[in-house]
């Protein structure tokens, strides 16, 4: 508001002197939206002109569990303009991939994609949704990075084999971090768990020291 009232006032006194200037700002006009698919609250909404599919989507109460999070389509006259992930907001609070919305507009929520999950030791374990290309490394990025108690040197990751048998695959991560080596960050499917365990409790390397000590060494008479 201040920069149009600066912007304003300087146009009109490149042409009047002398003058002064009022300005106000009514009621922000109303656009209506669309929000459909796997959401709480499908319908039509009357949401501000300034309005973001972000704002819009908190309106409609966000996505279901069935709902994706990362392959939500923006329609406007019938034509898709843009595909928003929404793990760049929530995650890390990025708003870039956010669209200021028009009248007539439609926000459609498909069903989720693939999914993974990752439990034990990082920092916010959960369920998430994966898109193509996705390695063991972004699942570890995604969810927080390895807790300091996290071991490297075997991981454990279940996998479904042909719809009809579990398959479990230990992975060593150590090398990936410390010289780079990328055999062990492999592809990840839709229904893999990765299971990152706690370091071993053992204390290796110890000297145990016991009884009376001297705090400066006896001194013997010759």
Do not use: C, W
């Not at 501000?48 to 109460?61: D, G, K, N, R, Y």
């Not at 579990?166 to 780079?180: A, P, Q, S, T």
């Amino acid at each position: 508001y201040e920069q149009i009232r600066v912007l304003i006032y300087d146009r009109l006194s490149q042409n009047i002197s002398n003058f002064k200037m009022s300005l106000s700002l009514g009621s922000l006009r109303l656009i209506k939206i669309y929000v459909v698919g796997e959401v709480q609250k499908p319908g039509t909404y009357d949401l501000s002109s300034l309005s973001t599919v972000v704002s819009a989507l908190f309106a409609a109460q966000g996505p279901t569990k069935k709902g994706t999070l990362r392959n939500i389509k923006i329609y406007r006259n019938n034509q898709l303009i843009r595909t928003i992930d929404l793990y760049h907001f929530l995650l890390d609070g990025d708003k870039s991939e956010d669209l200021r919305l028009e009248s007539g507009d439609t926000i459609f929520v498909p069903i989720i994609g693939n999914i993974t999950a990752i439990a034990g030791n990082v920092r916010r374990p959960a369920i998430y949704e994966i898109k193509e290309n996705t390695f063991l490394k972004d699942l570890i990025d995604i969810s927080g990075g390895v807790t300091a108690k996290g071991y490297l040197s075997k991981l454990q990751l279940e996998r479904a084999s042909g719809n009809e048998k579990n398959i479990v695959l230990d992975l060593n991560l150590k090398d990936f971090y410390e010289k780079g080596d990328n055999s062990q960050n492999i592809k990840l499917r839709d229904g893999d768990l990765v299971k990152i365990f706690s370091i071993y409790p053992l204390v290796t390397n110890f000297v145990e020291l016991a009884g009376k000590t001297l705090s400066s060494p006896r001194k013997e008479k010759p």
